[in-house]
């Protein structure tokens, strides 16, 4: 494993087994610590948590011809997972070099939480 920062202070708030980094990484978030990347050390936060949002927000990426298919399939199957589709933008055109591709954005509304 690369001897990262961020492995290196990971290593020593916490000693456990694992295979590859994230497993590490993944046990320090559950247990409210994380890291910050502009002082490059692990700090822990005990802010209780904010009830999760029951929004799914999308960006669907795909070549101008074939973006709106995209989305479209994208909101019939999360439809069917049971979101409920409160928001869909027009495509936009994506800049050059890359002004073959376009985006469409959409936002869901999960009514199960």
Known sequence: ???T????????VLTIPHQIQDELYS???RLGWYW???????ERDDTPAR????LV?????AASNKVTQAADLFVEASV??????????EP???????????RIYLTFEDDQN
């Open 80 to 89: 069917d997972m049971g979101l409920r589709l409160i928001e869909r933008s």
């Open 36 to 42: 910050n990347s502009k002082i490059k050390k692990w």
């Open 51 to 54: 009830e999760a949002t029951s």
């Open 5 to 12: 920062a961020k492995y290196l202070g990971a290593i020593a």
């Open 27 to 29: 046990e320090l978030n």
């Open 92 to 102: 936009y055109q994506c800049r050059p070099p890359q002004q073959n591709d376009s």
């Open 57 to 61: 927000k999308v960006r669907v990426w």
């Open 1 to 3: 494993m690369k001897q």
